[in-house]
């Protein structure tokens, strides 16, 4: 193993066959260069599809509290709804995945137990500008500066979204977000999107600063072995690190989203789950999952893509290399593969 300087000496050193065995922080974006360099570095480039639903996915803060102004909107489910419909994922899928990602909302893989159903996978993730528009004027959102954009309804002005994304991911949460913001200036909604370093986006998080957060929904779908990013079920959730608090403590600290009966039905059924049978949890995490696409505290934009530790780069004198391998949280990269089994060949 070796420590490099940032993600694109990584990828340079990896494209000079550098490396036996890479797949985090490959970037899905330098796929072509990879493959015009296989026979030249002497590697092969392999690609491992997750099964969850989004790699970028606009977590919105349920339990933010820093601008009641915001926090309200937060909280409206037409402005979600609005939000969701307004981004173009065709647009983000072909530019930021070349195409090989699959455009939709945050619901898992179909082949996962857990999936309600073909349909949720276009639940609010379709473009539809029009509707957009009218669902944040039936909201009440109905006035607009100058420039077209939205104005707050206590008299302060335009209604502005701070968007943290992460710098040294797995993506470039950066540039999807900056994408996501000219989309969405169609529907006259402006969203400032904010590159921080990982350690103070996480301790703003962590303090319930964050208004808005691009974050992947890896783990998620195994609900139960991996719920944060799906249902803020813990303090480390982006969707509501308050909630999260408030549900892990019993109720002892944090908040309880008592203004919202599906965010709480959620949570019942999710506590439910840990005494039913696999057939009856089953049931109860596609129930869910219809209230989490529904919702959309989550907006999912592409997913089911080898862009999150999908890439993986292997020196062709290593033997007993899987042609496709486990990707997600619960068996990352390398483990997946069994890394005792491997070899090298003289």
Known sequence: MTLAENLEVANLRAIAGEYDWQERHMDLGKLPVFLENQQKGNYTVRLDPASNGADATIQLNQSYQGDPEIAMWLRNRDFRHALAIGIDRDQLNETFWLGLGTPGSVVPTEESPQNPGPDWRKKWATLDVKQANELLDKAGLDKKDSEGYRLRTDGKGRLRFEVVTVGGSFIPFQRIGEMVAQQVKKIGLELDVIEQERSLAFKRRDGNELQIILWANDGSELLYAFPVHAIPVQPDSFIGPEIGRWYASGGERGIKPDWDPQLLKALELFAAAKGQ?????????????????????????????????????????????????????????????????????S
């Open 277 to 345: 049978t696999r057939e009856e949890s089953t049931k109860t995490a596609q129930e869910i999952w219809k209230i989490l696409a529904e919702e959309t505290w989550s907006i999912g934009t592409v997913g089911l893509s080898p862009a999150v530790m999908g890439v993986r780069v292997v020196k062709n004198n290593v033997g007993n290399v899987p042609a496709r391998q486990f990707n997600g949280q619960h068996g990352r990269t390398p483990c997946s593969s069994h890394p005792t089994t491997l070899f090298f060949m």
